[in-house]
């Protein structure tokens, strides 16, 4: 049972930057790939970074490729997502999630998910 919680959400100007991050509970941080999700008003759950258990590989859809940066510190159960360069559209609630196959963007593929944090990009 890993149980995740995300925090450093706001709200900022478009071309501002945030700093996600979410916290796990459990001593097994390490043996799970982690992802961050984001989840507008009307629309469906959409993947926007992952990275490997280690820390040592990570993948982005085009969407946001070159705007944020995942990554994971094991010793304190904490993954981040930097989030640089906001654009009204990047406003959603985003998540963390869990889950054991390194590559997948489907939320079906993730085993745990915290309650997520809202950011709000205003033009």
């Known amino acids: 049972q890993v149980q995740l919680v995300e925090s450093g959400g706001g709200s900022v100007q478009a071309g501002g930057s945030l700093r996600l991050s979410c916290g796990a509970s459990g001593r097994t941080f390490s043996s799970y790939v982690m992802s961050w999700f984001r989840q507008a008003p009307g629309k469906e759950r959409e993947f926007v970074a992952g990275?490997?258990?280690?820390?040592?590989?990570?993948y982005y859809p085009d969407s946001v490729k070159g705007r944020f940066t995942i990554s994971r510190d094991n010793a304190k159960n904490t993954v981040y997502l930097q989030v640089n360069s906001l654009k009204p559209e990047d406003t959603a609630v985003y998540y963390c999630a869990a889950g054991r196959t390194y590559g997948t963007s489907r939320p079906q593929d993730y085993l745990y998910w915290g309650q997520g944090t809202q950011v709000t990009v205003s033009s």
């Open positions: 990275i490997s258990w280690n820390g040592g590989n990570t």
